[in-house]
């Protein structure tokens, strides 16, 4: 088992800025790939960010390419997700996730059903 407990979340007006952390326990945290997923009221879950074991590749939404940056440090078992130039529409609550899915590098990143583990959430409300 592994559990995850996200925090960072809050109020924000566009064009803003915050980091998210996930922290990780329970199995060995390198083992797993991680992700960022989120969802609106109203709106299925979306992927937003995913990173390999190792840091080493990343990978991210249209949606957020090149605002946001997700990262890990494997010593303190905990996944960041930094978010820059906020917009309304990011607007949601946002999970992280834990995955040992074989073929994650393959597009399994973005599949919700490929990850093992999950936390509570953590909303972030952008304001206009």
């Known amino acids: 088992q592994v559990q995850l407990v996200e925090s960072g979340g809050g109020l924000v007006q566009a064009g803003g800025s915050l980091r998210l952390s996930c922290a990780a326990s329970g199995r060995t945290f390198s083992n797993y790939a991680m992700g960022w997923f989120r969802q609106a009221p109203g709106k299925e879950r979306e992927f937003v960010a995913g990173i390999i074991w190792s840091g080493g590749t990343t990978y991210y939404a249209d949606s957020v390419k090149g605002r946001f940056t997700i990262s890990r440090d494997n010593a303190k078992n905990t996944v960041y997700l930094q978010m820059n130039s906020l917009k309304p529409e990011d607007t949601a609550a946002y999970y992280c996730?834990?995955?040992?899915?074989?073929?994650?590098?393959?597009?399994?990143?973005?599949?919700?059903?490929?990850?093992?583990?999950w936390g509570q959430g953590t909303q972030v409300t952008v304001s206009s």
């Open positions: 996730a834990a995955s040992s899915d074989t073929y994650y590098r393959f597009g399994g990143y973005r599949l919700g059903d490929r990850y093992d583990y």
